[in-house]
């Protein structure tokens, strides 16, 4: 799975994952596409989870080992996906109405 490998970034810094939080948002409410509010609402969960697993709040030991990314990541990939089209289908829709 190396092409979530630029992803890692997110766990050093994870205030970059507010990034596609204002981005959806926006989409959202430009294209009033409820889809892209809930992808905003998945990438906001994880900028705390992550803020939580670096300020060691939800990792009490040796947190280098990170499983949970293998899930995580292909989701958020897979989320973002559907958002962007969610909210190009409803821009589509709104130009055309």
């Known amino acids: ?3 979530l490998k630029p992803m890692a970034v997110l766990i050093d810094q994870p205030w970059l994952a507010l990034i596609p939080v204002v981005l959806f948002v926006a989409f ?3 294209t009033r596409s409820g889809v892209a509010l809930v992808v905003a609402a ?3 969960v994880y900028c705390l989870y992550e803020f939580a697993k670096k300020l060691r709040i939800l990792c009490t ?3 280098n080992i990170r499983i949970d990314l293998l899930l995580l990541y292909p989701l958020l990939l897979a ?3 559907i958002g962007l089209l969610a909210a190009g289908l409803a821009a589509a829709r709104r ?3």
Request: proline share 0%; with cysteine; charged share 15%.
């Open 42 to 44: 998945l990438w906001f």
């Open 28 to 30: 959202a409410a430009a």
């Open 79 to 81: 989320a973002t996906a």
């Open 95 to 97: 130009r055309t109405a």
């Open 1 to 3: 799975m190396d092409f």
């Open 61 to 63: 030991g040796e947190c």
